[in-house]
Nanobody, 118 residues
Framework: QVQLVESGGGLVQPGGSLRLSCVVS????????MGWYRQAPWKQRELVAD???????NYADSVKGRFAISRDNAKNTVTLQMNSLKPEDTAVHYC????????????WGQGTQVTVSS
């Protein structure tokens, strides 16, 4: 069973930065796509960014130029660097894995709260 554990959430002022980390149990090298999603009150869960095993990245339009996703297979870690944070970025953020090429699946972390407020 794959386990994803997030950390790094917290309270930050507008314009500030946070760095979220997701540690994956076992080997992450074969996991095709890793991603970060977020869900704000009264809203649907939405993709923030994802990254393939080959390093291809994809970002929501609302975070392009501000956020950066990366992965380190050797450390089994996915990170999301969030800069120039805005109040509308406030949400619970979830790490996600789509499994491997041969064993596709759907795994989620427990979530970490990001609050952007003065």
């Amino acid at each position: 069973q794959v386990q994803l554990v997030e950390s790094g959430g917290g309270l930050v002022q507008p314009g500030g930065s946070l760095r979220l980390s997701c540690v994956v149990s076992g080997s992450m090298a074969s996991m095709v796509v890793m991603g970060w999603y977020r869900q704000a009150p009264w809203k649907q869960r939405e993709l923030v960014a994802d990254i393939t095993s080959g390093g291809r990245t994809n970002y929501a339009d609302s975070v392009k130029g501000r956020f950066a996703i990366s992965r380190d297979n050797a450390k089994n870690t996915v990170t999301l660097q969030m800069n120039s944070l805005k109040p509308e970025d406030t949400a619970v953020h979830y790490c996600h894995s789509g499994g491997t090429w041969f064993s596709p699946d759907d795994f989620w972390g427990q979530g970490t709260q990001v609050t952007v407020s003065s």
